[in-house]
């Protein structure tokens, strides 16, 4: 049986008790139904992993004990810095949570012209929360001791307007070129993929004006959340670790 993994937003400290997050807690206690002496491994984003095991759970805290910090890295060498159109329902929750277990070093979501979800600032800051706690499930599920970064939310021109040394690229149905003939560089890749109803051809080619160039996934339409997949899978397939 696999140990359960957690996510610790704090230092580990070395064979001393400590209660794990509120979080952490409720799903070792409520959702495992873990008891005390049961093993665990812990991470909080520095690159190690911890392992220890549970002393005792309580309704109010789950206290636990690590012995051993090992240096394990899961990380791809590729750097992959997603741009995903922000999209309704749980798609966007989908495309956080598969695009880190494929390895994606950075996430912005990004407000574009057929983006359909509008919220004020404190609706924003809900979901930006929300969406932070997928990338750690997703960290917890796969394996992976570091988070990669969220960003906060912007509108496409912002992002168009940051440099990188990254190869960019912006999927688009009309394109010619695909992901095979993408050059390799060390710094990786900046990918840019529009919400349900993609980019408009307007946007597409602002962010060739940018420095993007423009590729396809093929003669079929695919859901935006299937294009971030299939992309950062390419990626990571063609110059990656898969």
């Known amino acids: 049986m696999r140990i359960p993994r957690f996510y610790h937003p704090e230092n580990v400290p070395l064979d001393q008790e400590f209660a794990l997050s509120d979080e952490a807690a409720h ?10 002496n049961q093993p665990v ?10 392992s220890g095991q549970i002393i005792s759970v309580s ?30 329902g749980d798609r966007m ?29 404190k609706r924003w800051e809900k979901k930006f929360a929300q969406w932070h706690k ?22 496409l021109s912002q992002f168009l307007s940051a440099s990188t040394q990254q190869h960019r690229l912006v999927l688009s149905p009309v394109a010619t070129g695909g992901f095979s003939k993408t050059p ?25 004006e940018c420095g993007y160039s423009a590729v396809n996934m093929g003669p079929r339409i695919l859901r935006t959340e299937t294009a971030a997949i299939a992309s950062i899978s390419l990626l990571q397939g063609i110059h990656g670790d898969m």
């Open 134 to 155: 997928v990338i750690i499930g997703a960290c917890e599920q796969s394996g992976r001791n570091r988070l990669p970064v969220l960003h906060p939310v912007q509108n």
């Open 27 to 36: 799903h070792a206690s409520t959702v495992l139904r873990m008891k005390a």
């Open 93 to 121: 929750e989908t495309v956080l949570q598969k695009s880190v277990e494929l390895g994606v070093t950075e996430i912005t979501p990004v407000i574009t012209e057929r983006c359909t979800v509008k919220l004020d600032q």
């Open 59 to 88: 309704r109010k805290e789950v206290m636990v004990e690590v012995d051993a910090c090992l240096s394990l890295s899961t990380e791809s060498a590729l750097p992959v810095h997603l741009a995903q159109g922000i999209s309704k």
């Open 41 to 50: 491994v812990l991470f909080n984003g520095d690159g190690n992993e911890y």
């Open 184 to 208: 390799y560089i060390t710094q990786g890749y900046r990918l840019l993929i529009g919400p349900e109803g993609g980019l408009s051809e307007q946007e597409v080619h602002q962010a060739q």
